[in-house]
């Protein structure tokens, strides 16, 4: 289901991927935007390894995307209250995130999340960006 105002995890915000999507899922969420099957999970799974990544809690990330103010301003709170990684972390975690679940300890998670939503015999659906892409109708990255 396409979401208004939710970005795909591939986007980048200071060169950082995913950390937009959890901003706007933070932003949606105060508004009452955000569908209920994402409420579970806010604070959770990509989002805690995003801000374990920035040196933030997620909570306080919450309360600061809440008071307003633009992406570019939120990262950089991150950056000042956390950490700013080098560009070869950056490096890292945007290759780490991007290929989740393609050959690695998540792979059988992602092969059961392919059943759940019928598409099994999807080969193209490789990671779980792909599979967020795939269920927000976005076009699915083939190349990293």
């Given at each position: 289901?396409?979401?208004p105002g939710l970005r795909s995890p591939h986007e980048k915000l200071g060169?950082?991927?995913?950390v937009g999507r959890m901003l706007d899922k933070i932003r949606l969420h105060a508004l009452g935007k955000l569908p209920e099957d994402y409420h579970k999970a806010l604070g959770g799974g990509f989002d805690a390894r995003c801000c374990a990544?920035?040196?933030v809690k997620y909570e306080d990330v919450a309360v600061r995307v809440k008071l307003g103010g633009e992406d570019a301003d939120m990262l950089e709170w991150c950056?000042?209250?956390?950490r700013k990684p080098s560009p070869e972390?950056?490096?890292v975690w945007n290759s780490y995130l991007r290929k989740r679940g393609w050959r690695d300890?998540?792979?059988q998670r992602l092969a059961e999340r392919k059943k759940e939503f019928g598409i099994s015999d999807?080969?193209?659906i490789q990671t779980f960006f792909d599979i967020l892409d795939?269920?927000?109708g976005n076009e699915i990255r083939t190349q990293w």
């Amino acid at each position: 289901m396409k979401i208004p105002g939710l970005r795909s995890p591939h986007e980048k915000l200071g060169d950082i991927v995913y950390v937009g999507r959890m901003l706007d899922k933070i932003r949606l969420h105060a508004l009452g935007k955000l569908p209920e099957d994402y409420h579970k999970a806010l604070g959770g799974g990509f989002d805690a390894r995003c801000c374990a990544f920035l040196g933030v809690k997620y909570e306080d990330v919450a309360v600061r995307v809440k008071l307003g103010g633009e992406d570019a301003d939120m990262l950089e709170w991150c950056f000042t209250n956390g950490r700013k990684p080098s560009p070869e972390e950056i490096e890292v975690w945007n290759s780490y995130l991007r290929k989740r679940g393609w050959r690695d300890d998540a792979s059988q998670r992602l092969a059961e999340r392919k059943k759940e939503f019928g598409i099994s015999d999807r080969d193209d659906i490789q990671t779980f960006f792909d599979i967020l892409d795939l269920d927000e109708g976005n076009e699915i990255r083939t190349q990293w």
